[in-house]
């Protein structure tokens, strides 16, 4: 039988869907384990740190990561596995680009702190305790990871060589990212695994109904209003994000009627997914008085910062490049 390739996994700043997206693979799996030996899965198998350190560098063939780096042991995790993987994969919206952790952006790391153990509403802490790296409990000293200033993308910290979208990747996504790293065929340095090149419009059953120039006068919510089915969620007013999103997904927000608010991420080229959703959301409002964009602005876009940046504030090369690392 053929040599195993040794496969790793490893989650970050992360909510578990992106594991979840591994176990959904169900009967698939199964070729992944017929070529893969796991050498790191923390969600899933009882390996140590140590078992990473113990690999020469590059014995490992491919390395999943979800999830967004924010503390130092994501930190120190992610840069070991890049030494010991041939193949790193920003694995999911938070690895790829922040993802909705990277909406912590907005705040300092004092702010966060501040909410979390003095001002929120359920906290009782009445010894003023916050966390810190290195603290002194009795006669043991102890040591937990710091929390840097900010949240990064993986490719922030290191190198990464493929990038799989989505939050989660879907079930076809991956499969299709798994088959073209078990293929020898992959793409060149620094391509998106397992989607689509075209927008998300190309693959939604609604595109048919979107005619080529589109104007809205106010957007609509999907709480507040329920959308018509069989018609674009942008003619009738949602800020659906699908002309500006990555396609792979089969529409499966707008299957649900529900418009895409853009978790596969950018188009090629497209360096800055918040910056280049402003400028498409812009481009349809209705109107070239200051004062109306503003009203439409504000009644139908609650947080517009949260609408176009929701998977990937850390990579905005508008917002966000002053908070250093340990910075407040
Ligand atoms: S990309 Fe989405 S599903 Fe994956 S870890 Fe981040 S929030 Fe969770
Ligand atoms: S509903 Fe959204 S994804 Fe579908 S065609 Fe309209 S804008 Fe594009
Ligand atoms: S429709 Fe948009 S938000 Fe929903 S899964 Fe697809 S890319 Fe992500």
């Known amino acids: ?12 700043a992360s909510c578990g869907g992106c594991e979840e997206a591994m176990v959904d693979l169900a009967e698939d799996i199964l070729q992944v384990v017929e070529k893969a030996e796991f050498v790191l899965w923390p969600v899933a198998m ?3 740190r140590e078992d990473v350190e113990n690999l020469k560098d590059e014995e490992i063939l491919v390395t999943f990561i979800n999830g967004a780096v924010r503390t130092s042991e994501q930190e120190e995790m992610v840069r070991l596995l890049r030494k010991k993987s041939k193949i790193l994969i920003a694995f999911g919206a938070c690895a790829y680009t922040g993802g909705v952790p990277g909406l912590a952006n907005c705040y300092s790391r004092e702010e966060i702190l501040n909410f ?33 200033g900010r949240v990064y993308a993986v490719d922030q910290v290191v190198d990464v060589d493929y990038y799989i979208p989505g939050c989660a990747p879907t079930r076809k996504v991956v499969k299709n990212a ?18 689509s090149s075209k927008s998300l419009c190309n693959e939604c059953p609604l595109n048919e109904t979107k005619p080529e120039k589109i104007y809205v006068k106010k957007f609509k919510r999907v709480d507040k209003t329920q959308p018509e089915p069989d018609k674009c969620l942008l003619i ?15 529409a499966l927000c707008v299957k649900a009627n529900y418009p895409c608010t853009g978790c596969f991420g950018p188009l090629d080229d497209v360096k800055d997914y918040g910056a280049k959703a402003v400028s498409f959301l812009a481009s349809i409002i209705d109107s070239n008085d200051e004062k109306e964009i503003e009203k439409i ?4 876009l609650s947080n517009p910062l949260a609408i176009v940046y929701r998977y990937s504030l850390p990579k905005s090369l508008i ?4 908070i250093k690392k340990n910075g407040g």
Not at 1 to 12: G, T
Not at 236 to 250: I, S
């Open 1 to 12: 039988m053929a040599e195993k390739s040794k496969v790793a996994f490893y989650w970050c």
């Open 46 to 48: 009882d390996f140590k």
């Open 116 to 148: 979390y153990y003095k001002s929120g509403d359920t906290v009782f802490n009445p010894e003023d305790k916050k966390p810190t790296p290195h603290f002194i409990e009795g006669n043991f000293a102890f040591e937990i990871p710091e929390f840097y």
């Open 178 to 195: 798994i088959d073209a790293l078990f293929s020898s065929q992959l793409p060149q340095k620094g391509s998106i695994l397992g989607a």
């Open 236 to 250: 009738q007013g949602y800020p659906c994000l699908g002309p500006v999103t990555r396609g792979g997904c089969e």
């Open 297 to 300: 602005i504000d009644e139908g």
């Open 319 to 322: 917002f966000d490049t002053k």
